[in-house]
């Protein structure tokens, strides 16, 4: 079956000819819509129009507009309705010609009566030269019927409409001259062939010529078998469109599949494939033809071919609980969280959700609780989930694993060691570099293969460990594993790395992250390193370079969870003064980004690492900043009886600067509590303290304290001289952040003295806090949600309920991811609204 209807081309081009000498003509006008209709599927159409008046320039538009309608329904509407309105009637089929019935000729022969001929016959007059008689042709081989080889479509495909919705997308932005080839990638279990087997049965109208199919056998765990070779799946597709004779060679049956498919409306799904060098002589040469490729790897060499590629990600957690439900039934609604935890530790793969799904379903007594309990234990779900007895996660990422060169291995066992979720390039390297002996258990299974070292080695093995689709790359030299993957590879790290890799391992991990923590700590809050312990940078490792405040606090951000990891590794592993030191340098984290829980652990794990090295310095500063994340979490008691420890520590040290400190927390629990007189003489404390061994900043800080008291107090005149005071040393200082709170607080305090001459200035402080807030080295998110709080307070003192509102919900829509209870908070302001 051709692709375009016999004569069309043909027909288009002499209606175009004839009505093209009027451009006033309904036929021009509704030519050029025809042409706007083909421009919207590809830009190339636009350009052909208005025509040059000439006929090569008409058999030009003719040829586009015909191959355009090929592949996009709303231009084949569109020009077959101006064909059927402005096109040349169609020719009727010639039949034989029946000539006149002349006079018999005298010479003629003639039969009649009752003669009959049998067999071949000549009438004729005279004849030259031989005669020869052929039988008559056979009838016609009938052509094979369009195949339609797709898999069956499964009963239960779950949502997905974005990934369909994003596959319409890439092919509807590939130009219409240009074959089409799009390229869906994902960790094994993702469901790639199930989604571009329902794409394609979705589009199946647009190729009526066929659908072809094959799986290249990619990622098999049959040793005995390889991937498809490219002349075996040719040989096939050629036999299954109707080619009597196939040629031998690879080339040849390459350039047959192109010419048989050359103007074919054909769709072709290659299953599975390995490598883009396998896919290509696969691939169709013509734009009327698709061709869909799933990998578990990038094939980013496809890309070179136009390819489009679209990595396929876990299922929306609704999506994925509503799977579950298939086998668990009423259980899944009646355990919500057990169900939105047994999809997590899915990874929300449609493969590990179904064998869930079907554990549930053959232990119809067995609640969701008890199979999340289950696979929390040991590797998690690439062990608990099978099928027929088999493990088939750890089985597919087994082979996946197999299939690493040398470094690639090396570094996938030595992340899985690491306590953290994100990964860049700087921190890899230092974990590698030097890791000579890649086989480390000696057990030559020869998936070793070099040291790893040098960022270009790294960087090369990164690629092929998210080409493999075992990493994400989540940001600017950042990675992850998926959750699934995780387990496995930390699994192997245990197996095949030898204990003194292992620790080697973490070693360098820790130290990275203490070097690159100093870093970001001398960025953001440049007082705050402990004299004496500055050496934080200067070990074996080299820091990840941050470029400013902003980048610094970026890269606190990411990496928080794995600095976590890195505490509570020193911890278990003895190596304490790490530990307390790690959990100090942290500091601007748990200043601007106010993690309450991580906070209070990590503080923990620092003070009991601190005595137990002996440190004093570690222990004071401990206690000082862990009470901090005390008071923030509400745990009032808890945090004053840290106050009082380091100061009655200081005491005994006659260190001022932490007596200070913590005479200063003190006085902020009272003001918490109401207890203004307490609060107030606390600070003035403080202050004292402070003034006297000449320490300038904490001298301002001390003031603001004072401001705050004098606020809750009501006395906003004594409260504005502190904050002006406090502000203008602080800037002098160079302390942005805090001279940025500083002023926030002094907009506050001036909108709330509604002083029309100081109101706009108060405004006026308070957005320029919240820009302040938002972005740059003084990004906060508390203080962002203060700001905002505020600036509704101020409008909602001046009648504009609307803006109120509005700055209410943005505030409450940060504080949500700080602190659920005054969140809360907001949202009963807004109701009584």
């Not at 339609?148 to 499964?154: A, E, F, G, I, K």
């Not at 809050?525 to 080299?542: A, F, M, R």
């Not at 820009?771 to 600036?791: D, M, N, P, Q």
Request: aromatic letters at 4%.
């Amino acid at each position: 079956m051709r692709a375009s209807p016999p004569g069309r081309p043909d027909a288009l081009f002499t209606a175009l000819v004839a009505h093209g000498a009027d451009p006033d003509s309904p036929a021009w006008r509704e030519l050029a819509g025809v042409v706007a209709a083909g421009a919207r599927a590809d830009e190339a159409a636009s350009r052909l129009w208005p025509p040059d008046g000439t006929r090569p320039g008409w058999r030009r538009l003719a040829g586009e507009l015909d191959r355009l309608a090929l592949r996009d329904e709303e231009t084949d509407r569109a020009l077959t309705d101006w064909l059927r309105r402005y096109g040349p009637p169609p020719t009727p089929s010639p039949g034989p010609p029946v000539p006149p019935s002349p006079s018999p000729s005298p010479w003629a022969n003639v039969v009649g009566g009752s003669s009959v001929l049998h067999g071949p016959s000549v009438q004729a007059r005279d004849i030259h030269g031989g005669v020869h008689f052929h039988p008559p042709a056979g009838p016609a081989r009938p052509s094979p019927p369009a195949p339609r080889q797709l898999p069956p479509l499964t009963p239960r495909f779950t949502d997905r409409e974005a990934d369909r919705q994003a596959l319409d997308a890439l092919r509807a932005r590939q130009p219409a001259h240009a074959p089409q080839v799009l390229v869906v990638t994902g960790l094994a279990g993702a469901g790639k062939t199930t989604l571009a087997t329902h794409w394609l049965h979705e589009h199946a109208h647009r190729f009526p010529d066929g659908l072809l199919y094959a799986d290249l056998g990619g990622h098999t765990a049959d040793a005995d078998h390889s991937p498809a070779s490219p002349a075996a799946v040719l040989e096939a597709f050629l036999v299954a469109l109707g080619v009597a004779s196939v040629p031998a060679g690879t080339a040849q049956r390459t350039a047959l599949w192109r010419t048989v498919t050359a103007e074919l409306r054909l769709a072709v799904l290659l299953d599975n494939a390995f490598t883009a060098a396998q896919v290509r002589p696969l691939l169709l040469g013509t734009p009327t033809g698709l061709t869909v490729v799933t990998s578990r790897n990038s094939l980013t060499g496809l890309r070179v071919d136009g390819a489009s590629v679209h990595r396929l990600e876990g299922l929306p957690a609704e999506s994925a609980v509503e799977l579950l439900a298939v086998g668990g039934g009423t259980r899944v609604a009646r355990e919500p969280d057990a169900a939105h935890e047994v999809v997590r530790l899915c990874g929300r793969l449609p493969l590990t959700v179904g064998l869930a799904a079907a554990q549930l379903a053959v232990r119809p007594h067995r609640s969701v609780s008890a199979l999340a309990e289950s696979l929390h234990r040991g590797r998690g779900a690439v062990d608990a989930l099978r099928a027929d007895g088999e493990a088939v996660m750890r089985t597919a990422l087994d082979m996946s694993y197999s299939l690493l060169p040398g470094e690639s291995a090396v570094l996938y066992r030595r992340m899985g060691l690491l306590p953290t979720d994100r990964h860049d390039l700087h921190m890899l390297a230092a974990v590698v570099r030097d890791g000579r002996d890649s086989d480390s258990d000696g057990d030559g299974d020869g998936d070793g293969g070099g040291d790893g070292g040098g960022d270009g080695a790294v960087d090369s093995a990164v690629h092929t460990l998210v080409e493999m689709s075992l990493l994400q790359e989540t940001g600017p030299e950042t990675y992850r594993f998926h959750d699934l993957v995780r387990p496995h590879a930390r699994a192997l790290g245990e197996e095949r790395e030898a204990p003194a890799a292992r620790a080697d391992a973490l070693r360098r991990y820790v130290d990275w992250c203490l070097a690159t923590a100093a870093v970001a700590e001398r960025l953001l809050t440049p007082s705050h390193p402990l004299s004496g312990h500055d050496d934080l940078g200067g070990g074996p490792v080299t820091p990840t370079p941050l470029a400013g405040p902003e980048e610094a606090l970026t890269w606190l951000d990411t990496h928080r969870n794995g600095l976590l990891g890195a505490v509570r590794h020193c911890a278990e592993a003895g190596w304490d003064t790490s530990c307390w030191r790690l959990v100090d340098a942290l500091w601007p984290l748990f200043l601007r980004l106010r993690p309450s829980e991580m906070w209070i652990e990590a503080h923990r794990l620092g003070l009991a690492a601190a005595r137990r090295c002996g440190s004093g310095p570690g222990e004071g500063r401990m206690l000082t900043s862990g009470a901090i994340g005390l008071r923030d979490a509400g745990r009032y008691a808890e945090a004053g009886d840290w106050y009082r420890q380091a100061l009655d520590l200081a005491v005994a040290d006659a260190d001022v600067r932490q007596q200070a400190q913590a005479v200063s927390g003190l006085g902020h629990l009272a003001l918490l509590t109401d207890r203004l007189d307490d609060a107030r003489a606390y600070f003035e404390h403080a202050l004292r303290l402070r003034e006297s061994v000449g320490y300038r900043r904490g001298a301002a800080l001390s003031r603001r304290r004072l401001a705050e008291t004098a606020v809750a107090g009501g006395d906003l005149t004594t409260a504005t001289r502190h904050l002006r005071r406090a502000g203008s040393e602080l800037e002098s200082l160079g302390e942005a952040y805090e001279a940025a709170r500083v002023h926030a607080l002094l907009g506050h305090v001036l909108v709330r003295d509604r002083d029309p001459d100081t109101t706009e200035e108060g405004v006026r402080l308070l957005r320029r806090g919240l820009e302040s807030f938002r972005a740059g080295g003084t990004r906060s998110e508390h203080w962002e949600a203060r700001c905002l709080e505020w600036l509704g307070l101020a409008a909602e003192a001046a009648g504009d309920t609307a803006e109120a509102a509005r700055c209410f919900r943005a505030a409450r829509d940060v504080v949500r991811r700080l602190d659920p209870l005054d969140a809360r908070r907001l949202d009963a302001r807004l109701e009584q609204r």
